[in-house]
């Protein structure tokens, strides 16, 4: 079955380092990937995603590009802030599975100033 | 945008009583909707599908008389956790699936319940 790993956390960054949170995937069709992030509290945002092969999703500084020769979706980011402390979740979904999403296990991030 | 509400944000009970959460599609039509189950620093997990006009269709170990899930139109999909116990208490997601052309959808997700039971 379709399955999501991610890198376990938590990582601690002081700001304006470079950040890499690495994500593996299995999947028997062509899932879309995702990246979400859950702020405390709160329920998930959708941060990213790519639809196909070497689609590369972005937004607000964050980037990650569809791997299929390495089944990987890492998301990174030049110079993170204290902002960025979250929690982050990579994701897949795909029409094989009624488009379910799977979810890795998350990785927080600390960002300290 | 879409936007998927949840309610409530969070909710307080007496162990042994119900506990009904709701999940509405605002600006799109929704046949499909999921209910994931997060527990503290921890992943979400998959509980059910919930299939407008049709019964929902449980993952495995999840118990469906207690999670009973009841679609009863395309923008609303409602969770009853029955006879809560401490061990219920948990964070509550919802997600609706819009489609955006062939056979790409997008999950839109609600901003949760955290259910206590005491």
């Known amino acids: 079955g379709n399955s999501v790993t991610q890198m376990e956390g938590p990582v601690t960054l002081s700001e304006e380092a470079f950040l890499t949170i690495n994500c593996t995937y299995t999947?028997?069709?062509?899932?879309?990937l995702f990246w979400y992030v859950q702020y405390p509290g709160e329920g998930l945002q959708l941060l990213l995603k790519?639809?196909?092969?070497?689609d590369k999703g972005s937004n607000k500084g964050f980037e990650a590009t569809y791997r299929k020769e390495t089944t990987s979706f890492h998301l990174e980011k030049g110079s993170v802030q204290v902002s960025d402390s979250a929690v982050y979740f990579c994701a897949l979904s795909d029409n094989t599975g009624g488009f379910k999403t799977i979810f890795g296990a998350g990785t927080r991030l600390f960002v300290k100033a | 945008g879409a936007v998927v509400s949840q309610h409530p944000s969070r909710v307080i009970c007496k162990s042994g009583t119900s506990v009904k959460i709701e999940c509405r599609s605002l600006?799109?039509?929704?046949?499909?909707m999921f209910w994931y189950r997060q527990f503290p620093k921890q992943s979400l997990m998959l509980m059910a599908t919930s299939n407008e006009g049709s019964k929902a269709t449980y993952e495995q170990g999840v118990e469906k008389d207690k999670f009973l899930i009841n679609h009863a139109s395309l923008t609303l999909s409602t969770l009853t956790v029955t006879s809560a116990h401490p061990e219920d208490s948990s964070f509550y997601i919802c997600?609706?699936?819009?489609?955006?052309?062939?056979?790409?959808?997008?999950?839109?997700f609600g901003q949760g319940t955290r259910l206590t039971v005491v």
């Open positions: 600006d799109f039509q929704a046949t499909t």
């Open positions: 999947a028997t069709g062509y899932p879309s």
């Open positions: 997600s609706a699936h819009r489609s955006t052309g062939g056979m790409n959808t997008e999950a839109f």
């Open positions: 790519a639809t196909k092969a070497d």
